[in-house]
């Protein structure tokens, strides 16, 4: 196990000798909101120093402060002060603090969340810390863990049109990137109640019509709250299913008394 970070100490640097790691620099950082930043700087003050890692030829590795980096260069600023971490940081740690900062200062679009999600459960090993990290349930994680296998064409319609959930459950009952699109496009409309109905409806006969689903989904409006009781060894076992399957606890109960009904010739 790593050792705690903990041994760091402020310096003053020139501002040129301070560089991004490739992922960092990779990134988009909204214009406006860097202006926003310059303007409180130069009015302010710079609150947080910039955490650099000094490298071998004495020059500065950008391990969090993106955006005040940015920002200060926007102002013309030739020196800043910076936190110089003294223990090695190694490229993976580096990246998933710049990736969680970054996440939690700006907005961002579900498909560039979804690359986050995937790399900090890899660099962390762990997806409670990447969740923790981020600052979101370990549910929602895995939700958007799983939109990152979504094609792009039904990404590009999230939010305005279908949320990351809806896109993600879509994709997973009509794998076909077009046809999903289509219908995604048809229900842009529904209430959030009526979409999920419309997709409950679709995952049981996914070959189905479009006029086909919508009545199957009507039907879905006279549905019974039913509580179950299950030891728990079974409740155990129904939580790990949800997860395996990233889908929502009461859609997989759902399911699997939809998947028995059909099978026992009930629906």
Same mark, same amino acid.
């Given at each position: ?41 130069v ?55 710049s ?29 409670k ?16 863990s ?11 319609l ?13 994709? =997973?009952?009509?794998? $076909?990137?077009? *046809?999903?699109?289509?219908?995604? !496009?048809?229900?842009?409309r529904?209430?959030? @109640? %009526? /979409? ?35 030891? =728990?060894?079974?409740? $155990?076992?129904? *939580?790990?299913?949800?997860?395996? !399957? ?6 997989? @109960? %759902? /399911? ?11 629906n």
């Amino acid at each position: 196990m790593k050792p705690s970070l903990i041994s760091h100490k402020i310096e003053t640097v020139p501002i040129s000798k301070v560089s991004v790691w490739d992922e960092v620099e990779a990134r988009k950082l909204n214009s406006d909101g860097i202006k926003e930043l310059a303007d409180s700087i130069v009015q302010e003050g710079l609150q947080n120093p910039p955490v650099v890692q000094k490298t071998k030829d004495g020059k500065y590795k950008l391990i969090a402060g993106q955006r005040r980096l940015a920002a200060l260069k926007r102002i013309g600023t030739k020196n800043i002060p910076v936190l110089v971490v003294k223990r090695p940081y190694d490229d993976e740690n580096a990246r998933a603090v710049s990736i969680v900062e970054n996440l939690h200062r700006k907005q961002m679009k579900s498909d560039e969340m979804a690359e986050a999600c995937d790399f900090l459960v890899k660099s962390m090993k762990s997806s409670k810390k990447a969740a923790t990290a981020l600052g979101i349930s370990p549910q929602t994680l895995r939700s958007y863990s799983g939109f990152n296998s979504v094609p792009e064409k039904l990404q590009q319609l999230v939010p305005k049109t279908i949320s990351r959930s809806e896109a993600l459950r879509l994709y =997973r009952i009509i794998s $076909k990137a077009d *046809s999903a699109v289509e219908i995604a !496009n048809r229900i842009s409309r529904y209430s959030p @109640a %009526a /979409k999920k109905r419309y997709l409950d409806a679709l995952a049981l006969d996914p070959a189905a019509s479009h006029a086909t689903v919508r009545r199957m989904a009507n039907h879905f409006k006279e549905k019974q709250n039913i509580r179950v009781k299950l030891t =728990r060894q079974q409740a $155990k076992g129904f *939580s790990k299913a949800a997860t395996d !399957n990233s889908t929502e606890p009461n859609e997989l @109960a %759902a /399911k699997i008394v939809s998947d028995w009904l059909s099978k026992k010739g009930y629906n």
